[in-house]
């Protein structure tokens, strides 16, 4: 708020050594407990940094996690290669998901382009408790924990199997596609859980508890 200056006295006014002031004259009063204009616009100036980082930080803290889950990063995770290359737990991992009848579930660097898709490049096969998540999208931007799953039993899952067929319960999924035999996905999902070699396992998840 601007702070309007009060009008000066004139006849009656004494200065900081009590001395009379000539008629006329306007005394210029600063009340002890304010500071100088100079240090209020300099504490302005400092403080308005420090608030907004402040800001920034808590909304960074809400985008962040989601009902104990960390949420995906804005590009989805590191590439299965990065995650295979690792020496530590890497958390969210991005790839194409791609679930054939009778065989585990796959995350996939690249797909090869033939009906059904194959993996292709370096590849993870995910066990029970893994969860995938779709991409960020116009519907569900960054920031709000996306659509998603699980694998339970080698399944692929979101609340009920997913299963192979071209009508199934999860073609509905962005990028998702099924001809009877292979379930996949055309664009990039982010899964999460514990690297094991080459293998994503649920148990002790990095991010929250799975």
Known sequence: MRRVPSQQPVAEARDSSSRPL?????????????????????????LSPMIAAL???????QEQSEGGISLPPRDGGVTVSEAL????????????????RDQPVMLCEALVESFPPRCGGAALILR?????????????????????????????TTNQPCGY??????????????????????????VIGTLNGGELRGSEAPGGDL
């Open 85 to 100: 290359a690792s020496s530590s737990q890497v958390g969210w991992i991005r790839g194409f998901l791609l679930a054939e």
């Open 165 to 190: 067929e071209p009508d199934g319960p999860c073609v509905g999924l962005l990028g998702a596609a099924a001809s009877g035999e292979v379930f996949w996905t055309d664009v990039a999902y982010s």
């Open 22 to 46: 000539l008629l006329g004259h306007v005394a210029s009063f600063r009340s002890p407990f304010q500071p100088p204009q100079r240090e209020v616009m300099m504490s302005r100036r400092l």
């Open 128 to 156: 029970d408790g893994v969860l995938w998540r779709e991409p960020y999208s116009a519907s569900h931007p960054f920031g709000e924990m996306p659509p998603g799953g699980g694998i339970t039993d080698g399944v692929l």
């Open 55 to 61: 800001f920034l930080a808590a909304c960074g803290s």
